[in-house]
T-cell receptor, first 117, second 112 residues
Framework: EAGVVQSPRYKIIEKKQPVAFWCNPI?????LYWYLQNLGQGPELLIR????????DSQLPKDRFSAERLKGVDSTLKIQPAELGDSAVYLC???????????????FGPGTRLTVL | DAKTTQPTSMDCAEGRAANLPCNHS???????VYWYRQIHSQGPQYIIH???NNETNEMASLIITEDRKSSTLILPHATLRDTAVYYC?????????????FGKGTKLTVNP
């Protein structure tokens, strides 16, 4: 079974440029998460989707970050314009959601490492 | 903020048991203890979770104290591939899909 797929794995851009990350969750997983991980820190949630609805985006810096999950499957996360402080690893995860019950294990992709110069 | 406290780093000899402690003194009655680990350059991976009874699966064992204020993750026979950052997370599991609140975790190094 394929896991969570993310692309690109690495991205280097100059500040003020736009950048986009793509995530394909595990088939059948209703819930999709985007996390941000700074060096030496644990991941922090940016946004959570239940199907195509963003149900928790309180930590998403909406002035420059946007996300979408059209048709409730794939998702993209965009930064425009990127700043030096955005350099980090962006992780996508998916889970069954309510169907997962108490376990509701989150499966993570390998992440996209962004470097802003 | 993370609701758990873990040592920053630990070392373990290959083949020996690795015991990773976690303090969660403010845990609520409906909150579970979850463990994830993150191997270098990979996303976090689920290991195990429990409420108040000890749990065991193919990866590890989880021992939760009777007062539920602390727990220990046990890797019975650590291998070099177990070198990773281990995260202890307290989470209310209400049949939904709540976010995971990660702390800094414990960096476990398994030495040959």
């Amino acid at each position: 079974e394929a896991g969570v797929v993310q692309s690109p794995r690495y991205k280097i851009i100059e500040k003020k440029q736009p950048v986009a990350f793509w995530c394909n969750p595990i088939s059948g997983h209703n819930t999709l998460y985007w996390y941000l991980q700074n060096l030496g820190q644990g991941p922090e949630l940016l946004i959570r989707y239940e199907n195509e609805e963003a149900v928790d985006d309180s930590q998403l810096p909406k002035d420059r970050f946007s996300a979408e999950r059209l048709k409730g499957v794939d998702s993209t996360l965009k930064i425009q314009p990127a700043e030096l402080g955005d350099s980090a690893v962006y992780l996508c995860a998916s889970s069954l959601g309510l169907a997962g019950g108490l376990r509701d294990e989150q499966f993570f992709g390998p992440g996209t490492r962004l470097t802003v110069l | 903020d993370a609701k758990t406290t873990q040592p920053t780093s630990m070392d373990c000899a290959e083949g020996r048991a690795a015991n990773l402690p976690c303090n969660h003194s403010t845990i609520s009655g409906n909150e579970y203890v979850y463990w994830y680990r993150q191997i270098h350059s990979q996303g976090p991976q689920y290991i195990i979770h429990g409420l108040k009874n000890n749990e065991t699966n193919e990866m590890a064992s989880l021992i939760i104290t009777e007062d539920r204020k602390s727990s220990t993750l046990i890797l019975p026979h650590a291998t070099l591939r177990d070198t990773a950052v281990y995260y202890c997370i307290v989470r209310a599991a209400q049949g939904g899909s709540e976010k995971l609140v990660f702390g800094k975790g414990t960096k476990l190094t398994v030495n040959p």
